[in-house]
């Protein structure tokens, strides 16, 4: 082999092995980085996207499926609906641990520990979802966890840190996500309290995708150690509501963590060069966080800039934002 022959065929394999990594980089259903694991799992895509159709009546079976396939899948989310009730799987134990157990599983069949009911239903439903839609959602799946592992790579432990010092807890150090199709109500949700924590979150949602990516990857964990009146700022909001005889808005914790994790990724997103980042709690105001705008602007934002202290803050943004108490 000649001197140029080699150097062509050196650079060909170089090329191969580039183009097999890269493959290999966009094929993962799971990936670790730091206290993070992302994946994509059949079951629990199956559930999630069940459950959705069940509890909102969202009537839009795979698109694949037709004749006696779909009346199989409507049978499905009937039955499903029927389970399910009217619990939620953010709250329901239930539910919980059957999302947990799906999580975990990587084969065929269910494991015991899946309720009777639920494993009928989601056994029946598997081959409808593997032969009409599984492919589809798993390859988005896989796309929202290559493009969420570099940002997490870089940035996920300097915002872990950043939010721990902010709220004054440590930030969960196990966190498992669930990328699917569907994530309950708003496409998103988490378990978990403390130490670890277990969020669901769909690649398919707008909000999501880019860089909002990491926002989410910070927002969700947030609730294991973030309360409405435990843990990190409910705490503190029920102390300085004793105090003040004022009772805060039911969702200004909420609001708080929107802007504490939104406030977070612009400035490490700044950092590298990213100048038009765009909270998610810049959509809200207009929603359910109305009201809220000027005093987590002017109290929180001074707060983050370290000049007041989290006391001084909530308590300020409590006395502006409460309603007035009854008399
Ligand atoms: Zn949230």
Redesign the pocket.
């Known amino acids: 082999m000649s001197r140029n022959r080699l150097s062509t065929f050196v650079a060909a394999l170089c090329f191969g092995l580039l183009v097999a990594s890269a493959a290999a980089a966009q094929d993962r259903a799971s990936v670790t980085v730091g206290r993070y694991r992302l994946q994509s799992n059949p079951w629990v895509n199956l559930h999630q996207r069940l459950l959705y159709e069940a509890a909102f009546k969202w009537d839009k079976p795979p698109a694949g499926l037709s004749g006696e396939q779909l009346k199989q899948w409507a049978k499905a989310v009937e039955d499903y609906r029927a389970y399910v009730g009217r619990r939620n799987p953010i709250f329901n134990d239930e539910l919980i641990r059957l999302n947990t157990a799906l999580s975990g599983t990587n084969t065929d069949r269910l494991p015991a520990s899946v309720p009777t009911a639920a494993q009928k239903v989601l056994e029946a439903a598997m081959p409808l979802y593997r032969a009409a839609q599984w492919e589809e959602d798993d390859r988005a799946n896989r796309f929202w966890i290559a493009v969420a592992e570099p940002l997490l790579a870089s940035a996920g432990e300097e915002l872990a840190e950043a939010h721990a010092k902010v709220y004054g807890v440590p930030f969960p150090k196990r966190i498992l996500v669930d990328v699917t199709s569907f994530g309950w109500q708003?496409g998103?949700?988490?378990v978990g309290e403390g130490e670890s924590a277990h969020a669901v979150i769909a690649s398919t949602d707008k909000g999501t995708q880019g860089f909002g990516a990491l926002e989410s990857l910070m927002?969700?964990p947030?609730?294991a150690i973030v309360g409405a009146d435990e843990g990190a700022i409910g705490s503190e909001l029920k102390r300085l509501s004793a105090e003040t005889g004022l009772r805060p808005m039911a969702n200004l914790w909420?609001a708080i963590?929107?802007y504490t994790s939104g406030e977070l990724t612009r400035r490490a997103l700044a950092r590298r060069g990213v100048a038009d980042y765009r909270p998610f709690i810049l959509d809200m105001y207009g929603r359910g966080f109305s009201g809220f705008r000027t005093s987590l602007e002017t109290h929180w934002q001074a707060y983050l800039d370290g000049k007041v202290s989290r006391e001084d803050a909530l308590r300020q943004i409590l006395i502006e934002t409460a309603p007035p108490p009854k008399k």
């Open positions: 708003f998103a949700y988490t927002h969700e947030s609730h909420h963590l929107f």
